[in-house]
């Protein structure tokens, strides 16, 4: 249990299809992010979002929408996809967006796209 | 964020303490040093994290030269189950208000029986 959930846990998608990740965090925290890993690729960061309002976006195509309801939860929608977008896409959070406090990762989605 | 330089692999034998070591000659006065691992399939778990001093917990200790241009990962006792991806990150402020976490390739630890 690494305190952030993430589901589901493996999504195979068409490239017409909409479908949406989820991520929970149950650690109190006020920031939120989400990741890209690509096969033998760094981690990539997609979006960081601190008290529900998001305050970074790497140059993320439109075809990924991400929505942070609250401080614990945060979506990432997805439409249009292309087949170099499967990857796993890993959510974390931390306390703090200041760089003193570590970010806890969840396990990922691993994402399919045909 | 500062540059992090990280041997590509290294092999441990199981029981011994694994050291794993880091350069970031260009960190700056407020970036702190992180270590994490990934195992396969896993997201990374966050190991330790210091600034200036040496720091300890269940996990492993964190060395940092005085000079700050490296550091050391200690795994006192490793175990199978310490084989994995470290990453050595420096955390620093990515000017849109908030501090990235950037990843390099890391260090792949095999432990070995």
């Known amino acids: 249990e690494t305190g952030v959930t993430q589901t589901p846990r493996h999504l195979v998608m068409g490239m017409t299809n909409k479908k949406s990740l989820k991520c929970e965090q149950h650690l109190g925290h006020n920031a939120m992010y989400w990741y890209k890993q690509s096969a033998k690729k760094p981690l990539e960061l997609m979006f960081v979002?601190?008290?529900?309002?998001?305050?970074e976006n790497n140059s993320v195509p439109s075809r990924f929408s991400p929505e942070c309801p609250n401080s614990s939860h945060l979506f990432l929608h997805l439409h249009t996809l292309q087949p170099e977008d499967s990857a796993l896409y890993l959510c974390?959070?931390?306390?703090?967006?200041?760089?003193?406090?570590?970010?806890?990762f969840g396990n990922g989605t691993r994402l399919t796209v045909t | 964020d500062a540059k992090t330089t990280q041997p590509t692999s290294m092999d441990c034998a199981e029981g011994r303490a694994a050291n794993l070591p880091c350069n970031h000659s260009?960190?700056?006065?407020?970036?702190?040093v992180y270590w994490y691992r990934q195992i396969h399939s896993q997201g990374p778990q966050y190991i330790i994290h210091?600034?200036?001093n040496n720091e300890t917990n269940e996990m492993a200790s964190l060395i940092i030269t005085e000079d700050r241009k490296s550091s050391t990962l200690i795994l006192p006792h490793a175990t199978l189950r310490d084989t994995a991806v470290y990453y050595c990150i420096v955390r620093g402020y990515s000017g849109a208000g908030s501090y990235q976490l950037t990843f390099g390739k890391g260090t792949k630890l095999s432990v070995i029986p």
């Open positions: 210091g600034l200036k």
């Open positions: 974390a959070s931390s306390q703090t967006r200041d760089g003193s406090s570590p970010l806890h």
């Open positions: 979002y601190s008290l529900e309002e998001r305050v």
């Open positions: 260009t960190i700056s006065g407020n970036e702190y």
